[in-house]
């Protein structure tokens, strides 16, 4: 059980386009999902939590008109890059926190971007 | 000063040896503390929680030590498929991260076990 899919698992695309990238729980409920970004041979760092049917919240530094999330339902959520470059290339990783569980997070297994 | 410190390594051992990862982390406030296991170009699976008593399971030993604000790892009898990068994870109490549990990761001890 606690099973947390992402999609696409690797994309490419050109400067200046947006990348959605999909965050599923496939067999349980969550309530708050939270998205990360990992650079090469650095550590996970959080970009935003989000709560099921209410805005992110984004931590200091990550801009949410660049970063658009969306967790419309309990078991999705979306991270949209918009306009985005090279310095965007990165490995996205998104978890789920199951409802009325506070501490344990499910990792999906990350979707790698690369902007040309 | 990082929330969460660790050794970057890379740790290189042979087979069969006992390898020990040490963490540091500032806020004394944390209360949950994890071992992460991340191998190359993939997420993070959770190898064990860490508690105050230490615990075992199996060839890991996790310890944790409130007072000195310090976490170890240690692995016994090192097999070639615990090559991977281990991440030391502090749970953020919510007065400290605006209103959420929030994990906080350390970047990584490599460890390579060659034969």
């Known amino acids: 059980g606690a099973v947390v899919s992402q999609h696409p698992s690797w994309v490419i695309c050109k400067s200046g386009t947006s990348v959605k990238i999909e965050c599923r729980s496939l067999d349980f409920q969550a309530t708050t999902m939270f998205w990360y970004r990992q650079f090469p041979k650095q550590s996970l760092m959080l970009m935003a939590t989000s709560n099921e049917g209410s805005k992110a919240t984004y931590e200091q530094g990550v801009e949410k008109d660049k970063f658009l999330i969306n967790h419309a339902s309990l078991t999705l959520s979306t991270l949209t890059v918009t306009s985005a470059h090279p310095e965007d290339s990165s490995f996205y990783i998104c978890?789920?926190?199951?409802?009325?569980?506070?501490?344990?997070?499910?990792f999906g297994p990350g979707t790698r971007l690369t902007v040309l | 000063r990082k929330e969460v410190e660790q050794d970057p390594g890379p740790f290189n051992v042979p087979e069969g040896a006992t390898v020990a990862f040490n963490c540091t982390y500032s806020?004394?406030?944390?209360?949950?503390f994890f071992w992460y296991r991340q191998d190359c170009r993939k997420e993070p699976k959770l190898l064990m929680s860490?508690?105050?008593s230490g615990n075992e399971d199996g060839r890991f030993t996790a310890q944790l030590n409130r007072a000195s604000q310090y976490i170890s790892l240690l692995i016994r009898d090192s097999k070639l498929s615990d090559s991977a990068t281990y991440l030391c994870?502090?749970?953020?109490?919510?007065?400290?991260?605006?209103?959420?549990?929030?994990?906080?990761f350390g970047a990584g001890t490599r460890l390579a076990v060659h034969p």
């Open positions: 860490v508690y105050s």
């Open positions: 806020n004394s406030a944390s209360q949950s």
């Open positions: 978890s789920a926190r199951e409802r009325g569980d506070t501490d344990t997070q499910y």
């Open positions: 994870v502090v749970l953020s109490p919510r007065a400290f991260s605006g209103g959420y549990n929030k994990l906080i």
